[in-house]
């Protein structure tokens, strides 16, 4: 059994759900077809089966160490992605003259899926150099992209995002690294960074890391932020290496799981670096390299639920223990433990979070190539909004149901889950930072509410809503789904008027009870978006023959029955605009 993603999950959502050979009709695309996309998915399953997962244990197992002056890391780390480069992967979004396929950016998210699930540590290389390229594409001067963006698209330089610092964590406020300008044009940098993955290691010829930093004078807060190319080694114009740049490491962090990944406290003294764009406009550069990291950390969330969903599934189906609850025969042989109620429960439970978020990414990563190519500007407008909109619910929701998934896991496997000899403690191990790193949950909540369903005079929010409807309606005339149509647009119903209920609040002036409780806001808008995405696909498999589409339609009944009941809930503690996390005195919370 093989048990990274379901292909046939994969298949089902691409062209049967998602609809994405249509695509091809767009320009951008139009070289490419469902056969050149099977092709592209075989080598990406290859890969990662031989590649990525042969060596996921020994990087959890032996994580990089850093001995004063270099990081090591394990030997099979570089032999994977020369792999992943060898198949061009580093540049396949890209166009044609920058050495790329033009590739969809939804088939590139499916088969990245693939290759966090076989070794998310290792496959975090790829990821976050893919962003920092896509940056410099956007954002970078035609010099900047000779000399960084096309050596990270070959593969033989790796990106980083630095934004965190040791005191300052997620405010970015309160970024104290200074970047001084120089008679030259470069500028020098001094400070620290916290929290670089990928900050430092031999893998890749030199590494280009994106800073945020403040030159002196701009204005306060974050609308003093620039942003900084500061290589590992200097570049020089016709592209040869140069000295080593004032980078360096400082000590690394010592993760519970993501280790096969060095993450670095780095130290800039007199580092060169080059300002990306404008200055004082670091900010809204690196959201280009931020948002696509939360869907990102979205799917790696969702993959590892997802191998961990069928690693569990297999020993379901092979460890045999106790017997049919109607059997009273202690001589009767023991049964598989698939046959038990409650741990097919628990099974069907990890296979709704599962596919479900894998829905969720890859629609979200639909909305990147529709934005990309529409036809006009308008809908492709309506594609940005709506991502801006999912993109917080990506991140968090995805992440916070890939833990109840992997913990899920765990408990099928019994006494055996919570061993190392099984993947599956693993897997929630690694899982547990994808709610905290790219933002944390509460604050992608406090995003989501405070500022994404109200952007635009709520625009978004309608798009949002619209298109849930649009999946209503056609739900409506199946005998089949019409329970789930009507449950799912009482749910809508809620949600708007919730939301309506705490942006008007907050604009009359109440914005801390508005707000206080945005993560439960989180829960109420995820498990709505959740639920329309598994009506979606409870439509396309409805009529279908074969036990498949059997699942879907089980998985989706199993959605309306035991998660979306848990809407009017949340809705009305969202109504009352409780206070209980408001209150200014801390005393009460102090164990003495």
Not at 63 to 75: K, L, S
Not at 536 to 554: H, P, T, W
Request: aromatic share 10%; charged share 25%; glycine share 8%.
């Amino acid at each position: 059994m093989e048990k990274l993603i379901s292909r046939r999950d994969l298949e089902f959502l691409l062209y049967e759900v998602l609809e994405v050979e249509a695509l091809t009709q767009r320009e951008r695309y139009r070289d490419h077809s469902r056969e050149t996309f099977k092709d592209i998915l075989d080598v990406a399953y290859r890969i990662a089966l031989e590649h990525f997962a042969t060596h996921n244990k020994k990087n959890d197992q032996e994580e990089p160490w850093f001995d004063g002056e270099r990081v090591h890391t394990n030997p099979e780390i570089k032999a994977a992605l020369e792999a992943y480069r060898q198949a061009g992967l580093f540049a396949a979004t890209h166009d044609y003259a920058l050495g790329g396929i033009q590739l969809p950016y939804v088939i590139a998210t499916a088969y990245g899926a693939l290759f966090k699930a076989a070794n998310i540590a290792t496959a975090s290389f790829a990821l976050l150099t893919a962003g920092n390229a896509n940056l410099l594409r956007k954002y970078g001067s035609p010099a900047q992209q000779k000399k960084y963006l096309l050596p990270q698209l070959e593969g033989r330089f790796f990106g980083t995002m630095c934004l965190s610092e040791p005191h300052a964590g997620s405010s970015l406020t309160d970024l104290l690294t200074r970047a001084e300008p120089q008679a030259d044009g470069t500028y020098r940098l001094n400070g620290s960074k916290m929290w670089i993955s990928g900050g430092d290691h031999e893998i890749a010829e030199n590494i280009v890391h994106l800073v945020l930093a403040k030159i002196p004078g701009g204005p306060p807060g974050v609308k003093g932020i620039s942003l900084f190319i500061v290589p590992k080694y200097l570049v020089h114009e016709d592209g040869r290496l140069g000295p080593r740049n004032g980078v360096r490491v400082a000590g690394l962090n010592h993760k519970m799981g993501y280790r096969g990944i060095p993450n670095c406290l780095l130290s800039l003294e007199d580092a060169v670096g080059e300002l990306v764009g404008a200055p004082h406009q670091g900010l809204s550069y690196m959201f280009t390299m931020m948002n696509e990291a939360r869907i990102g950390v979205g799917m790696g969330a969702m993959a590892l639920a997802y191998t961990g969903y069928l690693h569990a599934l297999e020993y379901a189906q092979t460890r045999t223990q106790g017997r049919r609850l109607h059997d009273k025969n202690p001589a009767s042989p023991a049964v598989p433990i698939i046959q038990h109620p409650d741990v097919r429960r628990m099974l069907i439970m990890q296979k709704a979070y599962a596919e479900g978020c894998l829905h969720l990414c890859l629609y979200a990563a639909r909305l990147v190539d529709e934005e990309r190519t529409a036809p006009t500007p308008e809908a492709a407008e309506q594609a940005r909004l709506l991502l801006e909109v999912l993109t917080p619910v990506v991140k968090a929701w995805s992440s916070e149901l890939g833990m109840r998934a992997n913990e899920l896991a765990i408990q099928v496997h019994g006494g055996y889950g919570y061993t190392r000899d099984y993947n599956v403690e693993q897997f929630y191990r690694d899982n547990r930072l994808n709610a905290i790193h790219e933002g944390t949950n509460g604050i992608q909540a406090l995003d989501l509410l405070a500022r994404k369903v109200g952007m635009q005079r709520g625009q978004g929010f309608r798009l949002w809503a619209q298109e849930v409807e649009r999946t209503i309606q056609a739900s409506r005339d199946t005998e089949a789904l019409r329970p789930y149509a009507e449950a799912l647009e009482q749910a809508l119903q809620t949600t708007t008027e919730v939301t309506q209920h705490l942006l008007n609040k907050a604009a009359q002036g109440a914005v801390e009870r508005a707000f206080a409780n945005s993560f439960a806001y989180l829960e109420l808008f995820g498990t709505v978006t959740l639920a329309w995405l598994w009506l979606e696909q409870a439509r396309k498999a409805l009529g279908k023959e074969g036990a498949f589409y059997r699942g879907k339609l089980e998985a989706a009944r199993y959605f309306f029955l035991y998660e979306l009941d848990k809407v009017p809930l949340l809705a009305a503690r969202l109504m009352r605009l409780d206070d209980v996390f408001l209150y200014p005195e801390q005393d009460w919370l102090v164990a003495d």
